[in-house]
């Protein structure tokens, strides 16, 4: 549970960091590519939160993010609009590496808000399940 707690702690702590970027109105090139760096490892630490609380609570392995969500999804932390807008997250994870072209980092910039907004409701549920554990325990 220690791992667990550390994981779920380090994820809030990168969601944080996203979160100093979000509220920002008009944000510079490089202030935009700080804050999808920001989104990206903050997606990273929150899956890996989620990988570990189903792992040590309910003895379910998600090897991938994608599996994660749909485990997530089947325990009812996510609902089917999250889940589906995670997996979506994840695509656009994966097309920063493109960011060279300008309509993508636009792209990835138009949802900061609706992506961090959705970390933070799985993060919570993660916390909840973790809660709950910890009660029963």
């Known amino acids: ?12 702590a990168a969601l944080a960091t996203l979160d100093e970027l979000i ?3 008009q944000r510079t090139l490089v202030e935009r590519d700080g804050a999808i760096l920001r989104l990206i490892y903050s997606y990273e630490a929150v899956w890996k939160a989620c990988q570990k609380t189903l792992a040590a609570l309910e003895n379910v392995s ?3 993010p994608n599996a994660a969500i749909r485990a997530a999804r089947a325990l009812g932390w996510l609902s089917d609009e999250d889940a589906s807008a995670a997996i979506k997250l994840g695509e656009e994870r994966d097309l920063a590496v493109h960011m060279y072209r300008n309509q993508v980092g636009q792209q990835i910039e138009e949802h900061l808000a609706a992506h961090a907004a959705l970390l933070h409701r799985w993060l919570d549920a993660l916390e909840r399940r973790s809660k709950t554990a910890e009660d029963v325990g």
């Open 62 to 64: 998600a090897a991938s």
């Open 1 to 12: 549970m220690e791992r667990l707690g550390r994981r779920l702690t380090e994820a809030a």
């Open 23 to 25: 509220g920002k109105g």
